[in-house]
């Protein structure tokens, strides 16, 4: 059953849906959906711009370049945010107070001035006049610079791809996971010569709730491996290797989520990952990070995506790990709805929103089957635009892994019959521990034997007009348009607080990192979101 | 007496037959790799027991490993009468019963404080045990009358736990594990029983639960119980009952010195 020919090259992708529209949802419903996002949306949106966080100060220096850590391995891009914002308060930025004292004080680079403020030999000020005008400069330059590896970078991407192929959707995805980034290499390139398209290092616990990024290679995580420069460096070298070797690019996917979102996606960029997990609310909802500081963090670092070419995956599909999978349904669409607004007017076009769902539905439930594909359907149906990201079961597997294997099957059938574009590779042992190699090697056997026996068949599935999966779909579209009149009344942070999502209750004012969070003050200056909200403005008007 | 001594059962009774996948660090590319590599799988189930042993499947996980499907007979016996359940040391109570005795023993609400530790975000366990919804039909330990129950959420800090359960002047603290990677769930058990101290008068009732967890580990780790995969809220709320309320009264109560709590 294993072929290797499997992964044919394949011509460019060809644009557009990858199946035509077969539920024939009502144009109106859809287009009021989407205005009840965005008004539910909006007020958010007022309020990142309207604030900062110490990450995404931290975010500005290290696309400036700054990096390394001092003798405690504390990062120099938290000594030098910290210490300016001892000093003089970080209302304005990090930008000015830090380019200023850094001309002043004649220091070769940023490094040397964040020693010299963590030792508590910088003194720091807000400059006028000349002063803030030559600071101002001196950091535009300097991230240029940045921005421009990250340009580069997405060049490279684009020729890497040229120079061996763009594999067919679905997209195979796979997670390493072994805590070690030394053996998830072999283990990544082992899943990438045996089909996988995507690899996944899913972060060690606890990352979340770190206010800083760890530096250098790591080898001690717990149910993952930390995200850090060296780490996600190591990894896309191991994988154009393996690329190269197989004719055929390999992306690269971290998380950007947790307290140092902006951080993370800025490393992401400058190191040329592909993917990068970003939800408006994972990280409120499942890791208690507060919610205002997410919702202000997650703005600039999907700004930093869509500059760097970055497909981003929303996690809705972990709701239903909390929720009841068919109570909770519409649940999905809102938060997609809500990541897709978010996401626009963050400045990613429609092909780099890997809208997260998931098929969680409890297998004992009569037409279940019937269930999912009603669901995927409709998610397929409403965001033709989007590589749909689909998870595999993983509430609902047990310590028995046969059973298991067919629950995958069947997944893996409703994810190429309705077309989902980025497709999570279940894996049997799931209700027991980190993937096995042989664990991963059988999946991805499950998988080619699924899209080589029924793949063509995508194209011919219509539901009955009238039937259960075209009745459950509209259902499940207009409870979520019933609950996105709710939030857009009561206010989406309200709507986090009372468990709208995954039955997880979080105000506004709970969880950790509000004390990162700073209104911005007239003079605010940020280098970096002037190019941002450059280009936020030129993808908008491409699209 | 007869059905004591079994064996394996695969369509014969006595026939031993078990099946067996593992994953060798031997390539299979070549005809001699191939057979080296199913030498050595057959090698390894020989030395398990399987006699005879057959390698069903065998196929190369990239160059350098190899996964093997075995089938073969054990001829090892499994004397029932020898084998050791940690059975289940105390009573199945019903909600009321549990209300009753907690009253009767305590003249007070039971206080438990339930939590995920260290950097584990996992909270539906938990929330089976303790919130009123519960699991598998059964009502969680917030449904008990008599039992006061504080839900601090997952990846809660052990001191943070410690100092909480002493404001609060718990009388069990039950904390789940589910990441059990490199032994993350010992580990953290191990922070717990640092936190709160040694088994004794003073100490709340140290109550862990996970669905990786070996229920014979308490003892070993230094809490008082361990619950593992499937454990429903009635099977803790009596176990509860059992280590805190003796029947007829007592001062179990005292264990966590609330003696003065009206
Ligand atoms: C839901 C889920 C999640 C959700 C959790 C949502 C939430 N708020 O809880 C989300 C998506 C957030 C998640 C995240 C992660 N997960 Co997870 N997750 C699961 C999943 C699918 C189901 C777990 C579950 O809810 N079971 C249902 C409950 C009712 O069962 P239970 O936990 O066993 O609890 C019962 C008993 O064990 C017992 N019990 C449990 N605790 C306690 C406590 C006490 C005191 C008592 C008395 C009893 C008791 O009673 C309960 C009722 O019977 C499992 C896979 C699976 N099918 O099991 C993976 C799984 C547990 N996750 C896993 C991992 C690795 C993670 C991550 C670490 C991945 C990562 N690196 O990011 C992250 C977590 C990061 C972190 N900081 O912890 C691994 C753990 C592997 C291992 N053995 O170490 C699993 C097994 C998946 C896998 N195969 O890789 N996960």
């Keep these: 059953m294993s072929k290797p020919a499997d992964h044919a090259p394949a011509g460019p992708r060809q644009a557009g849906p990858a199946v035509p529209p077969r539920l024939g949802l009502d144009p109106a419903l859809v287009g ?50 910290d210490a300016v914002r001892e000093q003089v308060g970080l209302e304005r930025g990090v930008a000015l107070p830090a380019w200023d004292a850094l001309l002043r004080g004649g220091y070769p680079d940023l490094a040397a001035l964040a020693l010299d403020a963590a030792a508590g030999k910088a003194t720091f000020r807000v400059p006028a006049g000349d002063a803030a005008r030559a600071a101002r400069d001196a950091a535009r ?5 940045g921005f421009a590896r990250i340009d580069a970078n997405r060049a490279a991407r684009e020729a890497m791809i040229a120079q061996t192929s763009d594999p067919p959707k679905p997209w195979i995805y796979l997670i390493v996971a072994t805590g070690d980034i030394r053996e998830d290499i072999p283990q990544a390139q082992a899943a990438a010569r045996e089909g996988a398209d ?27 491996t930390y995200a850090t420069q060296e780490n996600f460096r190591l990894m896309r070298a191991a994988l154009d290797e393996v690329s190269r070797e197989l004719g055929r690019y390999v992306r690269l996917t971290n998380y950007a989520s947790g307290l140092c979102m902006p951080e993370i996606a800025a490393l992401a960029a400058l190191e040329r990952l592909d993917m990068m997990l970003n939800d408006s609310m994972y990280g409120i909802i499942f890791r208690d990070i507060n919610p205002r500081r997410t919702l202000i963090d997650q703005r600039f670092s999907r700004q930093v995506h869509a500059r760097a070419g970055i497909i981003i995956n929303t996690g809705e599909d972990n709701y239903l790990t909390t929720a009841d999978a068919v109570d909770g349904a519409h649940t999905v669409i809102v938060s997609q709805l809500l990541n897709e607004f978010f996401g626009r007017e963050a400045g990613l076009a429609d092909a780099q929103l890997g809208l997260g769902h998931a098929f969680e539905i409890n297998p004992e439930l009569p037409d279940s089957f019937l269930l999912e594909l009603a669901h995927a359907l409709l998610v397929r149906e409403l965001f033709p635009g989007a590589p749909l990201k689909y998870m595999p079961p993983t509430k609902h597997m047990t310590g028995n892994i046969f059973a298991g294997y067919l629950l995958d099957a069947f997944f893996n059938l409703a994810a190429v019959l309705t077309g989902q574009e980025i497709l999570l590779v279940g894996m049997m042992t799931e209700g027991i521990h980190t993937p096995f190699l042989s664990d ?74 509000l004390d990162g969070v700073i209104a911005k003050a007239d003079g605010y200056f940020n280098p970096a979101s002037e190019i941002l909200d450059g ?3 030129q993808e908008g008007a491409a699209r | 007496m007869s059905g004591q001594i079994i064996r394996p059962y695969g369509d014969t009774t006595g026939d031993g037959r ?33 006699d005879p042993a057959m390698v069903v499947h065998a196929k190369a996980i990239g160059p350098d490993f190899t996964f093997f499907i075995v089938y073969g007979r054990v001829a090892h016996l499994v004397d029932l009468s020898a084998v050791m359940v940690a059975g289940r040391e105390f009573e199945l109570l019903a909600p009321a019963e549990v209300n009753l005795r907690i ?160």
Excluded at chain 1, 39 to 67: K, W
Excluded at chain 1, 493 to 501: K, M, N, R, V, Y
Excluded at chain 2, 19 to 34: D, E, I, K, Y
């Design chain 2, 103 to 262: 009253r009767a023993a305590l003249g007070r609400r039971l206080v438990v404080i339930g939590a995920t530790v260290g950097t584990d975000a996992h909270t539906v366990g938990i929330d089976a045990i303790l919130n009123v919804k519960g699991h598998a039909g059964e009502k969680g330990l917030e449904y008990y009358r008599e039992i006061k129950v504080i839900n601090l959420g997952s990846q809660v800090d052990v001191a943070d736990l410690a100092a909480r359960a002493a404001a609060e002047r718990a009388d069990a603290v039950l904390v789940s594990q589910v990441v059990t990677q490199r032994d993350a769930h010992l580990h953290n058990t191990r922070a717990l029983v640092a936190a709160f101290g040694p088994p004794g008068p003073g100490r709340p009732l140290l109550v862990v639960g996970g669905p990786r967890f070996d229920p014979a580990m308490a003892a070993g780790l230094g809490v008082d119980k361990i619950f593992g995969k499937g454990t429903t809220p009635r099977e803790v709320a009596s176990y509860l009952v059992h280590a805190l309320c003796p029947p007829g009264g007592g001062t179990a109560g005292a264990r966590a010195g609330t003696g003065a709590r009206a």
């Design chain 1, 440 to 513: 991963r090697d059988l999946a991805l056997e499950n998988v080619r034997y699924v899209r080589n026996a029924a793949g063509g068949l995508a194209g011919s599935l219509r539901p009955e007009p009238g039937g259960l999966i075209d009745r459950r779909a509209r259902q499940v579209l207009d409870e979520a348009i019933r609950l996105l009149r709710t939030i857009r009344d009561q206010g989406l942070l309200s709507a986090i607080a009372e468990g709208t999502f995954g039955i997880t209750r979080r105000p506004p004012d709970g969880g950790r990192g």
């Design chain 1, 141 to 145: 330059r300097a991230l240029a610079g």
């Design chain 1, 535 to 537: 280009s936020t403005i």
């Design chain 1, 198 to 224: 995507v690899i996944a290092v899913i972060r060690s616990t606890g990352q979340s709730l770190l206010d800083y990024v760890p530096e250098g290679a790591t080898r001690e995580g717990y149910a993952g």
């Design chain 2, 18 to 50: 078990v099946q067996l996948s593992f994953t060798l660090p031997v390539p299979s590319g070549t005809a001699r790799q191939r057979a080296l590599a199913e030498g050595a799988a057959l090698q390894l189930a020989g030395k398990m027991g399987l």
């Design chain 1, 32 to 81: 009021e959906a989407r205005q009840l996002a965005a008004q539910a949306g909006q007020p958010i949106v007022d309020m990142a711009r309207a604030h900062t966080t110490v990450s995404v100060e931290r975010a500005v220096l290290r696309l400036a370049g700054l990096s390394g850590a001092d003798a405690d391995g504390m990062p120099l891009a938290n000594r030098l945010v």
